[in-house]
């Protein structure tokens, strides 16, 4: 839709802004929907139909109907909807075209254009219709920004959640370095596959998960044999290490002293 020429929309007389009767309501049509039509909720609450679809709908809600749609609505009479509609045609299938269904997350801007739109009709207007379309198209762009934004949005939420987890897990190893914990047991405890956990932990935490388990036994062993009067050994056993020179070889490598220089 972005890529859309404003000249493509087809602009129809079929628009206004009302104030819905008490009574008022939208039967299902005998022949489904000729056109596109931009349908928003200004205020009032009811129930929208589109193709077997139901949505509770109220203020700030967004509804872009195709040609070929099946659409009725109604509202409640003591909070009637006010409404503005625009029917519009298509020169030529857009590539991208906002989805069927938006509550505006900031309706503000959008319905200026909408009032805008519907303003430059009541009274004949030098370049109304070219106008016309532009406001058309923004009014596109608005309805395509906030499904980007949402989207997003669902990405950042997804993407704090992972990191959520991964620091979980990061301080489960922390709290029990003497585990036998696996690159697989630890994906399965974080419910994620062992490639992806591997990835995504390298990636948040700093350290492969392999050498993480070994930096918090080390850290880990290195409080025992300081503070505990626990022996090489004992320390060794207790961190899940049954191989004392290997565990020495480690012990060094990560502090450059051997485990009886720290006792």
């Known amino acids: 839709m972005l890529e859309l020429n404003p000249e493509d929309f087809g602009l129809k007389p079929a628009l206004a802004t009302i104030h819905c009767e008490p009574d008022w309501r939208w ?4 022949h489904p929907m000729p056109n596109y039509d ?16 139901t949505y509770q709908v109220g203020k700030g809600h967004c509804f872009l109907f195709r040609p070929g749609d099946d659409t009725e609505a109604i509202h409640n009479p003591q909070n009637p ?11 030529n299938e857009p590539r991208l075209i906002p989805g069927p269904h938006r509550v505006l997350s900031d309706p503000i801007s959008f319905e200026s254009l909408l009032s805008r739109y519907v303003r430059l009709f009541l009274v004949e207007t030098y370049g109304a219709e070219t106008e016309g ?7 596109m762009i608005h309805l395509l920004r906030e499904e980007h934004g ?7 939420m997804n993407s704090r959640r992972l990191a959520e987890t991964i620091r979980e897990i990061a301080n489960y190893i922390q709290q029990h370095p003497g585990e ?3 690159v697989e047991s630890l994906a399965e405890r974080a419910h994620l596959s062992e490639r992806y956990f591997s990835q995504k932990f390298k990636q948040i935490i700093g350290h492969t998960v392999k050498s993480y388990v070994v930096h918090c036994r080390i850290k880990r062993a290195e409080h025992l044999l300081h503070f505990t009067g626990l022996s090489v050994t004992e320390a060794a ?3 899940g290490y049954r191989d004392l020179h290997y565990f020495s070889r480690q012990f ?3 502090t450059g002293k051997n485990p009886s220089e720290i006792r």
């Open 81 to 91: 909807f006010v409404l503005t509609y625009i029917h519009f045609d298509l020169a």
């Open 237 to 239: 056993h207790a961190l």
């Open 150 to 156: 949402e989207s997003r949005e669902k990405e950042d």
């Open 27 to 30: 039967k299902k049509r005998d």
């Open 133 to 139: 379309k532009l406001i058309l198209k923004q009014l």
């Open 252 to 254: 060094k490598q990560y």
């Open 180 to 182: 036998p914990h696996t």
């Open 38 to 53: 931009l349908f928003y909720v200004w205020s009032g609450e009811g129930t929208v139909v589109l193709n077997k679809q």
